[in-house]
């Protein structure tokens, strides 16, 4: 029992990460907070496609010449390269938004933005 | 010389690369009138790919497009079926209206430098959602999804320049977008782990030897929740009031007529096509998420609508009861009922884009957003714009000889024909609810002495023309229903027998 559960440590260490991240997320009023754990939220994500991919024993899918080479499933990392592009450009534009409100509304707390605009609204 | 028989060929890819291809031209020209053509000449080329698509699918039958040569279920692979060919045409020709609406609307609402940069993102958006709904592989719809996703939060980031308050509403619908395609990922990565494939007809059929894995359910379940948030079902649809409030009004079109509609579509498939074997589970998620929720939605949505005055806002929270009309169709778990959804997606895509650009052509002359006031006495200042609005909230209200009514005739038929008589009593009551918003709308424009601001503004062609072909095709296709309802039914075919 122990040992099922140790074995698969590696899942949850993801699980952890994804439940910390998506914490921040909801939890944390400042913006930049927010995309701190979206990016913990996405990087856990990442590591479970890898430990999908990893094979006991395995190299490098790189052709060696021997014929029973064991290596590890490619695809998730080609898959997870992809998502790392998403979220960089995810990470980017968050950031991008945060400096214009930043010179909008001159704070990045969730909750004097929210102040200020119901103020706007009852205008 | 280019040989066109092998164009042709490659229309699947092409009607997405080609967007995706001019989106950095129409960045670089940066003169804003080039840009728009840039804009223009992608979306008539989509609507040029799709609409040959659909009569070559509709003709010899489904296309499967192996990116680069790659068989599936290695290589990427493009299905154009009935479904999604029903689908890249309601996108593309939708787009091309929004963009020629575009051009007057965002010159006026928008900063002057990033005028050209935002056809940039236009394009990005089209042909992110072409690719979103045309792909067979689970992981590139994901990739699309964010590229439709990203995109349209800078374009809602750039009504900034008349209200602040769409930074934040972009940054919502960034925050809340970008957790749910992280949720898809793991479904993704969930049924992955089980079958080894990505390509969704080979997942179709590994899952359905799979009834009972608890992977495949939470992986399944992952994915449903990523994409209730893309298709803001009610819950998860935070983001959607505010985004369509204060983005540009051109974007507002753009995204009520694509983005969410896209997002349905895809549920639908992964809900009927990937699932079909998988009954008990199909079921539990019909019956206990998407009802009630598609319930809760229809009489949240009409609600806060009744009692909102912003009229943007308004309309987007009667989106949100229309996508509810929209999901309960799905819920059904019949053919019919995918047919009424499939009817409701294309013909609430027509109505939304007319109103919120006749709002939108309103809002442009007061330089302001509009409340329900604002449109007293409208009849006498903008005769076209208010015949024009009136047609599409008749339409919206389901009226006899607009497509509102057929849509609500199909959604009827389909639940009587299940016997679901609360949804049926709901279906109804909430229709009547929807008199609420709509006829203060109407009572504003034609029974009202007009107050000083509105005699200021006048009917401009340049602004209504999209809008009036938009009001025509509501009356036309609420008289002559059948290529919507035929190419639905079909769509629904694709969908959901084929599968059985």
Known sequence: MIHGILGIWNYWIVIILMMTGLFIVISRHNLVKKMVGLTIFQTSVFLFYISLGKVQGGTAPILTGYKDSLYSNPLPHVLILTAIVVGVATTALGLALILRIKSEYGTIEENEIAKLNTEENSK | ?500
Not at chain 2, 21 to 36: D, M, N, Y
Not at chain 2, 383 to 411: D, R
Not at chain 2, 460 to 484: E, H, Q, R, S
């Open chain 2, 1 to 500: 010389m280019i040989d066109l028989i092998a164009i042709e060929n490659h229309l699947p890819a092409l009607q997405v690369v080609i967007p995706l291809l001019l989106a950095p031209f129409a960045i670089l020209v940066s003169l804003p009138f080039l840009s728009w053509l840039v804009a223009l000449f992608g979306s008539l080329f989509c609507l040029y790919s799709s609409v040959s698509l659909f009569f070559h699918v509709s003709e010899f039958g489904k296309i499967n497009y192996f990116m680069g040569g790659w068989l599936p279920p290695y290589g990427i692979e493009y299905v154009i079926d009935d479904a999604s060919s029903f689908m890249i045409v309601l996108i593309s020709l939708m787009g091309v209206f929004a963009t020629i609406f575009a051009y007057q609307s965002l010159k006026k609402e928008i900063n002057k430098k990033s005028q050209s940069k935002v056809y940039g993102m236009w394009l990005l958006a089209l042909g992110g959602l072409l690719g979103l709904v045309t792909t067979g592989d689970a992981f590139n719809l994901f990739v699309f999804l964010e590229i439709s996703s990203l995109s349209s939060v800078t374009l809602v980031a750039l009504g900034s320049k008349n209200d602040k308050r769409a930074l934040t509403a972009a940054f919502n619908y960034l925050l809340i977008g970008a957790v749910g395609a992280t949720f898809y990922v793991i479904g993704v990565g969930l049924l992955y782990s089980v079958t080894g494939t990505l390509n969704i007809a080979d997942l179709t059929i590994k899952i359905s030897e799979l009834t009972g894995n608890n992977s495949v359910k939470a992986g399944i379940s992952f994915i449903i929740i990523g994409l209730m948030v893309k298709a803001a079902i009610f819950p998860l649809h935070i983001w959607l009031p505010s985004a369509y409030t204060f983005a540009p009004s051109a974007v507002a079109v753009l995204l009520t007529a694509t983005a969410t509609k896209a997002a349905l579509y895809v549920l639908a498939r992964i809900l009927f096509t990937l699932l079909f074997n998988a009954d008990d589970f199909t079921v539990i998620i019909l019956q206990w998420v998407l009802l009630p929720a598609s319930i809760v939605a229809i009489f949240f949505g009409t609600i806060r609508a009744i009692f909102e005055k912003d009229i943007k806002k308004l309309l987007a929270f009667s989106s949100l009861s229309q996508i509810g009309y929209i999901t309960i169709g799905l819920t059904l778990g019949t053919a019919s009922g995918i047919m009424a959804s499939f009817i409701h997606i294309a013909n609430h895509s027509m109505m939304k884009a007319a109103l919120f650009m006749g709002i939108g052509a309103i809002s442009i002359q007061l330089n302001k957003s509009i409340n329900v006031d604002d449109l007293k006495g409208l009849s006498k200042s903008m005769p076209v714009t208010s015949i024009s609005l009136t047609v599409v909230i008749l339409s919206l209200l389901g009226i006899p000889l607009t497509i509102g009514f057929i849509s609500k005739v199909y959604l009827l038929k389909a639940v009587f024909s299940h016997g679901n008589w609360p949804i049926l009593f709901i279906i109804v009551l909430t229709s009547f609810l929807a008199l609420g918003y709509a006829w203060q709308m109407i009572e504003n424009i034609w029974m009202k002495q007009p107050g000083d601001t509105t005699l200021t503004i006048k009917d401009d062609p340049k602004i209504y023309i999209p809008l009036v072909v938009l009001a025509v095709f509501n009356i036309i296709f609420g008289i002559y229903a059948y290529p919507i309802v035929n190419s639905a039914f079909n769509a629904s075919a694709a969908i959901f027998w084929k599968a059985l």
